[in-house]
């Protein structure tokens, strides 16, 4: 069967978690997913199944711009594929079908602090380059945004602050 993304389900919760938890050291990013699933709105949640199994997932929660915060804006965090299926374009396929759906749902921009090699290839470049400064102490070349309306950046410089729920782990 081919890989699939598609949204989030209720019955998925179990499976993200434990993509999760194979992808990275600690539970970090499992606890934050929950976390954000519980508090935040509005979320944009895909996975990536192959052969009826969850092998990624990405996440999109709402940012504030200060003091732009009229402003829709998402985080990209976290992403996770599982290590066994890593290398084979499911990261790349959930950036992309997550990108298309905040696109659709009409949000202005989306930033991620993430691997300077990876997430230029979607569009991102340094948030810098738009005088948007990350809430964290962080190279210059790991925060990134990318505008989903063009120039809607033009003129909103400031400061991203994430969802209070980043603030718990």
Same mark, same amino acid.
């Given at each position: 069967?081919?890989?699939? @993304?598609?949204?989030?389900? #209720?019955?998925? @919760? +179990?499976? @993200?978690? %434990? /993509?999760?938890? +194979? %992808?990275?050291?600690?539970?970090?990013?499992?606890?934050?997913?929950?976390?954000? &699933?519980?508090?935040? &709105?509005?979320?944009?949640?895909?996975?990536?199944?192959?052969?009826?199994?969850?092998?990624? =997932?990405?996440?999109?929660?709402?940012?504030?711009?200060?003091? =732009?915060?009229?402003?829709?804006?998402?985080?990209?965090?976290?992403?996770?594929?599982?290590?066994?299926?890593?290398?084979?374009? @499911?990261?790349?396929?959930? /950036?992309?079908?997550?990108?298309?759906?905040?696109?659709?749902?009409?949000?202005?921009?989306?930033?991620?602090?993430?691997? %300077?090699?990876?997430? #230029? &290839?979607?569009?991102?470049? #340094?948030?810098?380059?738009?005088? !948007?400064?990350?809430?964290?102490? /962080?190279?210059?070349?790991?925060?990134?945004?990318?505008?989903?309306?063009? %120039?809607? !950046?033009?003129?909103?410089?400031?400061?991203?602050?994430? =969802?209070?729920?980043?603030?718990?782990?």
């Amino acid at each position: 069967m081919p890989r699939h @993304i598609r949204a989030e389900r #209720p019955e998925d @919760i +179990a499976a @993200i978690r %434990a /993509v999760n938890l +194979a %992808a990275f050291d600690t539970a970090t990013e499992a606890d934050l997913i929950e976390a954000l &699933r519980l508090r935040a &709105r509005p979320l944009v949640s895909m996975v990536a199944e192959d052969a009826g199994a969850i092998v990624g =997932h990405i996440l999109f929660s709402p940012v504030t711009l200060l003091p =732009h915060p009229e402003l829709p804006i998402m985080g990209l965090a976290p992403m996770a594929v599982l290590p066994a299926s890593q290398r084979q374009g @499911i990261g790349s396929a959930l /950036v992309r079908e997550g990108l298309e759906l905040c696109r659709q749902l009409w949000f202005a921009a989306v930033v991620v602090l993430g691997h %300077a090699e990876f997430y #230029p &290839r979607f569009g991102f470049v #340094p948030a810098s380059r738009f005088a !948007l400064k990350c809430e964290y102490d /962080v190279p210059d070349e790991v925060f990134m945004a990318l505008e989903l309306r063009q %120039a809607i !950046l033009r003129g909103k410089s400031g400061t991203i602050r994430y =969802h209070a729920a980043f603030s718990g782990i």
